[in-house]
């Protein structure tokens, strides 16, 4: 098999949460342009519909509510009688609350654990079992973040849920090899988009620039490459991995 043949998902469907964001989005163009089709799923019906009009044809944009049973087994039902099963998923919808644990509520912190880790748990089950019914191998991308394997401060909520996606991805990728199912996380670093472009400007920002040793911001085309190596058959004997693209920031002292 050739390099080109190794990462090419061509006859493959991708399901994306959070496509309506940056990283979604991203995402979603790089599975797409590899040759697979792409389910876009997220809660902004506007935002996708753009995303699924500029993809063309092979992509289609589905309402999803990840913390909802009801809304991601309907998702599932629809890209299936569109697409057929789901045999990609990259489980990116994620949310964050920025404040010191001391001022952070019960209400703060039940809203990001049921996105960042209810949610890939509801929709990587879902996925999950369909797959199994249809005898089907698959691969699921869990979007975790360096915040799961070391402390970013002011964001407990949000570490304490990505560390939990990571346990779920080892966890998950030991019940389902057997199905030939294969679970891995992708830790991102500071990757910037246009939500924290003004942040990483500010002297603060850059102060935290500064801690990264290869002393710059992820971009999201740096994580175009693990992504393709995780959703294809290059990455055949990866299951249960935390593969992590930060720059170095997870090895670097606090």
């Known amino acids: 098999m050739t390099s080109a043949e190794l990462f090419s998902?061509?006859?493959?469907?991708?399901?994306?949460?959070?496509?309506?964001?940056?990283?979604?989005?991203?995402?979603?163009?790089?599975?797409h342009a590899a040759g697979g089709r792409v389910v876009l799923a997220?809660?902004?019906?506007?935002?996708?519909?753009?995303?699924?009009?500029?993809?063309?044809?092979?992509?289609?944009?589905v309402p999803l509510d990840v913390t909802d049973p009801a809304s991601v087994a309907g998702a599932f039902t629809a890209a299936e009688a569109a697409f057929g099963p789901c045999d990609i998923i990259v489980n990116n919808a994620g949310i964050a609350v920025t404040k010191p644990a001391l001022q952070q509520t019960a209400e703060?912190?039940?809203?990001?654990l049921d996105?960042?880790?209810?949610?890939?748990?509801l929709v990587a089950t879902e996925a999950a079992r369909r797959l199994v019914a249809a005898k089907r191998p698959g691969s699921i991308i869990n979007i975790?973040?360096?915040?799961?394997?070391?402390?970013?401060?002011?964001?407990?909520?949000?570490?304490?849920?990505?560390a939990g996606l990571v346990q779920l991805t080892k966890q998950l990728a030991v019940e389902w090899a057997r199905h030939g199912i294969r679970v891995n996380a992708l830790c991102p670093g500071y990757i910037e988009t246009?939500?924290?472009?003004?942040?990483?400007?500010?002297?603060?920002g850059q102060a935290v620039v500064r801690r990264v040793p290869q002393r710059r911001l992820g971009q999201p085309e740096d994580l175009t490459g693990p992504l393709l190596l995780l959703a294809s058959a290059a990455g055949a004997h990866m299951t249960g991995a935390a593969l992590v693209v930060d720059g170095g920031h997870s090895v670097n002292a606090l």
């Open 144 to 162: 975790a973040s360096v915040g799961g394997l070391r402390i970013l401060m002011g964001v407990a909520g949000y570490t304490a849920s990505k």
């Open 194 to 204: 246009p939500i924290n472009t003004e942040f990483f400007a500010s002297e603060a």
């Open 108 to 112: 703060d912190w039940d809203g990001v």
């Open 9 to 31: 998902l061509s006859g493959r469907t991708a399901f994306v949460t959070g496509a309506s964001g940056a990283l979604g989005a991203h995402f979603a163009r790089v599975l």
């Open 42 to 61: 997220a809660r902004r019906a506007e935002a996708l519909a753009a995303l699924a009009a500029e993809l063309g044809e092979g992509a289609l944009a």
């Open 115 to 121: 996105v960042n880790l209810r949610g890939c748990f």
